[in-house]
């Protein structure tokens, strides 16, 4: 089968750094993509490794280490509107189908 | 564009009763996916489909069907609604290839009484 483990809730204050980590455990791993998700939404893509190594994307930055099992997605100059659940998913190699794991909440005090 | 709408949002059912979910999309995706996301969990894959006139399992199909006779639309069946049906159901799509992005519907909140 497959696992993700992620924390289930994390808080900090406004312009702090988050890091929510995700490690994996699946076969025919092909990458891992990050979603957030505000309270009554959708999830929205946010990032996406395929290979070893750090993407920046604004103040929010995802990691991969292939050889680890192991990615964080790095929350920073955090704000009120970034309260909300973090989603990481493992995308395998046949197709497009994701996995998802369930969830780390962050909410971002003043 | 509209992107991904789902129909209805809202929907209370009686055990046993059945009724389909709509999906549809304006973008031209092969791909489509319904989901379902139970309270403080993520989402789970119930079945998907990779283009017109195909479709296949998920992590957890059994109590649902789907149709994908047109490409802009996916639908999802419950014959005979159970109340662990209840549930968040969002559909998704993406374009054929290594695209790396899903695109969710609003979603649908059902409940079985």
């Known amino acids: 089968g497959q696992s993700l483990e992620q924390p289930s809730e994390v808080t900090a204050v406004e312009g702090a750094i988050v890091q929510i980590n995700c490690t994996y455990q699946?076969?025919?791993?092909?990458?891992l993509s990050w979603y957030q998700q505000h309270d009554g939404g959708a999830p929205t893509f946010l990032s996406y490794n395929g290979l070893d190594g750090l993407e920046e994307t604004g103040r929010f930055s995802s990691f991969l280490s292939r050889s680890d099992s192991y990615g964080y997605l790095l929350l920073q100059e955090l704000q009120m509107k970034d309260s909300a659940s973090y989603f990481c998913a493992v995308r395998k190699a046949a197709g497009n189908k994701l996995t998802f794991g369930g969830g780390t909440r962050v909410l971002v005090k003043p | 564009n509209a992107g991904v709408t789902q129909t209805p949002k809202f929907r209370v059912l009686k055990t046993g009763q059945s009724m389909t979910l709509l999906c549809a999309q304006d973008m031209n995706h092969e791909y489509m996916y319904w989901y379902r996301q139970d309270p403080g969990m993520g989402l789970r894959l119930i079945h998907y489909s990779v283009g017109e006139g195909t479709t296949a399992k998920g992590e957890v199909p059994d109590g649902y069907n789907v149709s994908r006779l047109k490409k802009q639309n996916f639908l999802l069946g419950l014959e005979s609604a159970a109340p662990s049906q209840t549930s968040v159901y969002f559909c998704a799509s993406n374009p054929q290839g290594p695209y790396n992005e899903q695109f969710f519907g609003p979603g649908t909140r059902l409940t079985v009484l």
């Open positions: 699946t076969s025919g791993f092909y990458g």
